[in-house]
T-cell receptor
Framework: ETGVTQSPTHLIKTRGQQVTLRCSSQSGHNTVSWYQQALGQGPQFIFQ???????GRGNFPPRFSGLQFPNYSSELNVNALELDDSALYLCASSWPGLARNEQFFGPGTRLTVL | GQNIDQPTEMTATEGAIVQINCTYQ??????LFWYQQHAGEAPTFLSY????GLEEKGRFSSFLSRSKGYSYLLLKELQMKDSASYLC????????????FGKGTTLSVSS
C-alpha cells in the first residue's frame, strides 16, 4: 500500500448531478495529481495541485475543478455530470524533492453516472 | 501532441520471458515510468528510466532509448500473479510531475 487514501470507494450518480471525491496524500507529500481512467484505457491527467495552487491541467473542461488543503489533502469536484464521466478516478501524491519524483497512487474512486 | 503506444494484449506461459514495448512522442522528456495495475486496483510503480540504457530490478528490467523514443519492460520467470495491465508513462515536463500514460498492455500468464 502507498499510504494514499481515497473516498468514497464507489459512487453512483445521475446525469446533471455534482460529485466531490476526496484524497489524502502520503505523509510528507505536498503534490497531488488527479487522473481519470476509463475502462480499458490508461489514466488521463486532469490536474495537479502543489502547495494549494493548481500546477498544471490536462484537457478537461472547467466543470472539473479541484482544491488542495493546508494538510495537502485534496478534492476533485465534477459539476453537471455526463455519462462519459463514468470512470475510475485516481489520486496520486508525490514529493518534487525526490530524484525520481514518482507518483504514488491511491486505490481510486469508481464513479458510475446513470 | 502527446502520444504513447504500446500493444493492447500479450499472452505468455509461466516461467517464460516477455518484452512489452512502448514508443512515445511527447513535447518534452523528463523520465519514463512503468506501472503495474491489477484489475480494479491502483497502479503500482515498477521502474523508472531517465537516461539511455537498462535498469534491472529483480525479475523486471526496463530499457530506454531517448533518440528512438522507445522503451521496453522485460519480465523474466513469469508467474501467474504477473497477469495484469502494464502502463508506460512519460513525464514530459521538468517542472511538474504529471504523467502521460499509454493505454496499457494486458498481460495474461497461463500455466
Amino acid at each position: 500500500e502507498t499510504g494514499v487514501t481515497q473516498s468514497p470507494t464507489h459512487l453512483i450518480k445521475t446525469r446533471g448531478q455534482q460529485v466531490t471525491l476526496r484524497c489524502s496524500s502520503q505523509s510528507g507529500h505536498n503534490t497531488v495529481s488527479w487522473y481519470q481512467q476509463a475502462l480499458g484505457q490508461g489514466p488521463q491527467f486532469i490536474f495537479q495541485y502543489y502547495r494549494e495552487e493548481e500546477n498544471g491541467r490536462g484537457n478537461f473542461p472547467p466543470r472539473f475543478s479541484g482544491l488542495q488543503f493546508p494538510n495537502y489533502s485534496s478534492e476533485l469536484n465534477v459539476n453537471a455530470l455526463e455519462l462519459d464521466d463514468s470512470a475510475l478516478y485516481l489520486c496520486a501524491s508525490s514529493w518534487p524533492g525526490l530524484a525520481r519524483n514518482e507518483q504514488f497512487f491511491g486505490p481510486g474512486t469508481r464513479l458510475t453516472v446513470l | 501532441g502527446q502520444n504513447i503506444d504500446q500493444p493492447t494484449e500479450m499472452t505468455a506461459t509461466e516461467g517464460a520471458i516477455v518484452q512489452i514495448n512502448c514508443t512515445y512522442q511527447t513535447s518534452g522528456f523528463n523520465g519514463l515510468f512503468w506501472y503495474q495495475q491489477h484489475a480494479g486496483e491502483a497502479p503500482t510503480f515498477l521502474s523508472y528510466n531517465v537516461l539511455d540504457g537498462l535498469e534491472e530490478k529483480g525479475r523486471f528490467s526496463s530499457f530506454l532509448s531517448r533518440s528512438k523514443g522507445y522503451s521496453y519492460l522485460l519480465l523474466k520467470e513469469l508467474q501467474m500473479k504477473d497477469s495484469a495491465s502494464y502502463l508506460c508513462a512519460v513525464r514530459p515536463d521538468q517542472a511538474g510531475t504529471a504523467l502521460i500514460f499509454g493505454k496499457g498492455t494486458t498481460l495474461s500468464v497461463s500455466s
